[in-house]
């Protein structure tokens, strides 16, 4: 008789196991308690683009910052006090981000302007959230769902002893294109509901999610 898990992390732990083992790529990677705003992922996972590294000295802004960055016009003059007033900082906090943004080699400052010299783009083709739960499949569904904001595929993932009262009800998880699986405690994962891949319903909480998994990802390897 395969015996449940004991706790949400030994989920967590042995999901990851076995997912390392399975993508062995140095273009995808992930992150385990990732907090966007949107409440806390177990894991999330995310696939490198080829061009990834023209973009990950993002992870050297401060996650909530890198999106205002990316909303900046191109190569358009701007004064620090008219960042600091379309941000709702003070000029004194605006000028420290434009420094972080001139470090990190995205702006420039010249003669008292500040001018983008380089715009981010998307260093992720797919951003996967993940929720585990030993049981309390209903709690993980409106978690999961919310972290449609900044990802493209969100998932319950449920210990396989759980899996019953979730499997009849695949209905909710398809209104909430939400995926759900399962996992024994050997391993083993059944896929019961595939969501459909989507762009996430947030920029800034996509962007957020992109700079805390450049900061603290992890490559599977």
Not at 32 to 48: F, H, K, R, S
Not at 193 to 205: A, C, D, G, M, Y
Request: proline letters at 5%.
């Amino acid at each position: 008789m395969v015996p449940k898990f004991q706790t949400e992390e030994e989920l967590v732990q042995t999901f990851i196991t076995v997912f390392r083992i399975a993508k062995r790529s140095p273009l995808t990677v992930y992150a385990t308690e990732v907090n966007c705003d949107d409440g806390i992922a177990d894991v999330v996972i995310g696939v490198l683009n080829a061009r990834w590294c023209d973009y990950k000295r993002i992870a050297e802004i401060p996650s909530r910052w890198v999106y205002p960055l990316v909303t900046l016009p191109y190569r358009k003059a701007f004064r620090v006090d008219q960042f600091a007033k379309i941000t709702g900082v003070t000029v004194r906090h605006a000028k420290n981000m434009l420094q972080l943004y001139q470090e990190a080699g995205f702006c420039k400052e010249q003669d008292g302007a500040w001018k983008k010299i380089k715009t981010p783009r998307r260093p992720f083709n797919n951003i996967i959230a993940i929720e585990a739960k030993i049981s309390d499949w209903r709690g993980a569904l409106a978690q999961a769902s919310r972290y449609r904001s900044y990802s493209n595929q969100s998932w319950v993932l449920l210990d396989d002893k759980s899996i019953g009262a979730a499997g009849r009800h695949i209905a909710d998880f398809q209104h909430y294109n939400v995926g759900l699986a399962s996992m024994t405690s050997g391993g083993r994962i059944r896929y019961c509901n595939f969501p459909v891949p989507k762009t996430p319903s947030s920029p800034l909480r996509y962007w957020y999610c992109c700079a805390e998994l450049l900061k603290r990802y992890r490559p599977i390897d």
